[in-house]
């Protein structure tokens, strides 16, 4: 499942109640944590510039897209700072050539700290109530 489709659901979703037992369900979700954490710790920073970068968008009719579950390490090295500014770009365009378009929206919204942008329903509140350990 992508979690582009994690979100949709908890944006269908009528209540609190129902989002936190949609996020609650995909709790164990590395990648999900790592998004969360790179929206909402404002003391982290990748250093990439704000915006979306110029990329190839993943053709849409391939059945073999890398999800972000695959990718998180990579995401979580987009905050370190030992690692070049050329570096992680070039590591933020590679994983947005391979991804699912729609994630590589969602993932550009999170890099510039925009999420609720395309998911109000989503927020900081809510995130802390499913993940109370999670540095956000």
Same mark, same amino acid.
């Given at each position: 499942?992508? =979690?582009?489709?994690?979100?949709? &659901?908890? *944006? &269908?979703?009528? $209540?609190?109640?129902?989002?936190? +037992? !949609?996020l609650?369900?995909?709790?164990?979700?590395r +990648?999900?944590? @790592?998004?969360?954490?790179? &929206?909402?710790?404002?003391?982290? %920073? %990748?250093?990439?510039?704000?915006? +979306?970068?110029?990329?190839?968008?993943?053709?849409? /009719? #391939?059945? $073999?897209?890398?999800?972000? @579950? +695959?990718?998180?390490? @990579?995401?979580?090295?987009?905050? $370190?700072?030992? =690692? %070049?500014?050329? #570096?992680? *770009?070039?590591?933020?365009?590679?994983?947005?050539? @391979? =991804?699912?378009?729609? *994630?590589?929206?969602?993932? !550009? /919204?999170?890099?510039?700290?925009?999420?609720?942008?395309?998911?109000?329903? =989503?927020?900081?509140?809510?995130?802390?109530?499913?993940?109370?350990?999670?540095?956000?």
């Amino acid at each position: 499942m992508l =979690i582009s489709e994690i979100f949709n &659901q908890v *944006e &269908q979703a009528k $209540n609190d109640k129902e989002r936190f +037992a !949609i996020l609650s369900k995909h709790s164990g979700n590395r +990648a999900l944590m @790592t998004l969360f954490h790179m &929206q909402y710790n404002e003391s982290i %920073s %990748s250093g990439l510039p704000v915006g +979306a970068p110029k990329y190839k968008e993943c053709d849409g /009719e #391939k059945d $073999n897209f890398r999800n972000l @579950t +695959a990718v998180h390490t @990579t995401l979580q090295n987009l905050y $370190n700072p030992k =690692i %070049s500014s050329l #570096k992680k *770009e070039r590591m933020f365009f590679d994983i947005l050539e @391979t =991804i699912h378009p729609t *994630e590589a929206k969602m993932l !550009i /919204e999170v890099k510039d700290r925009n999420l609720h942008t395309i998911y109000k329903s =989503i927020s900081k509140k809510l995130v802390k109530k499913v993940w109370p350990t999670l540095k956000i």
